[in-house]
């Protein structure tokens, strides 16, 4: 069933076999209501990069073929947990539509495709996934967020995954210049995608407050403060962000509360 293909997936350590397995899964084979049951090792990841703190991963000059790798592996890094990511909230959350589950199989391929691009352009650079440390940020929003549905939704699509949406261009726009090319074209391709990705969370995000009875905006500010979400700063895409379903009055408040934290 495509919920135990999503879990098998993300069980996979090997990132090759986590990509061939996301291929494989048959989304015409789907059970919305089974609960399963959280077996050890999630999530599957290969035993390098070594994980660390954010503020511990160096930071260097793009103007350096070691630097350009080391921000093409800390992209790497976001992809292959953004796999994670997607594979979780199938198999973890049940008693959804069935259009919420093909949405997010829809997502875990293109994320997918976005590692595999990124992974051979290390590879061209004489690099590979895991010779770099990387930060375990996006997974540990996930951990937070395994029990609350909303709360996953709210904080990693619509927090997380959006603030790429802010970074892709500079990071583009930084490839560029230091004559990288291609990793400036595979950039175009993941911030095209990534548009579409937050639009899936925002529009899940605000039918389940609809459903509920709660004000979208009231809400993520509940859920950010109770799980801990980091504060959002610009500067912001407001285009991305709004092609992606962000209201105005949602692009207000999160304009509002960057230069007004509580």
């Not at 035993?47 to 260097?60: A, I, K, M, N």
């Not at 070691?66 to 093409?72: D, E, H």
């Not at 709004?242 to 408040?253: H, I, K, Q, V, Y």
């Amino acid at each position: 069933m495509m919920r135990q293909q999503a879990l098998a997936a993300l069980l996979c350590t090997c990132a090759a076999d986590k990509v061939a397995a996301v291929a494989k899964i048959n989304p015409t084979q789907l059970d919305t209501s089974s609960s399963l049951a959280e077996p050890a090792g999630i999530p599957g990841r290969p035993d390098r990069p070594e994980l660390v703190g954010p503020f511990q991963v160096r930071q260097r000059s793009v103007n350096s073929a070691v630097g350009r790798a080391a921000l093409i592996h800390s992209l790497v890094h976001i992809e292959f947990n953004a796999i994670n990511l997607a594979l979780d909230i199938i198999w973890r959350f049940e008693g959804m539509p069935q259009a919420f589950y093909l949405d997010w199989v829809q997502v875990a391929r293109e994320e997918a495709y976005h590692f595999s691009l990124l992974a051979d352009h290390l590879k061209s650079m004489g690099f590979a996934y895991g010779d770099f440390p990387a930060h375990d940020g996006l997974w540990d929003m996930a951990r937070r967020t395994s029990s609350d549905l909303l709360a996953r939704l709210a904080l990693v699509p619509r927090t997380l995954e959006a603030r790429g949406l802010d970074a892709s261009p500079a990071i583009r726009d930084k490839l560029r210049a230091a004559g990288d090319v291609r990793g400036a074209e595979i950039l175009e391709i993941i911030l095209r995608d990534e548009i579409g990705h937050v639009a899936i969370g925002n529009k899940w995000y605000g039918q389940l407050c609809t459903e509920r009875g709660l004000d979208p905006i009231a809400q993520y500010r509940a859920l950010a403060r109770q799980y801990r979400a980091p504060r959002q700063r610009g500067p912001f895409n407001l285009e991305a962000r709004r092609e992606a379903g962000f209201s105005p009055a949602e692009l207000e408040a999160l304009q509002e509360e960057a230069v007004n934290p509580d």
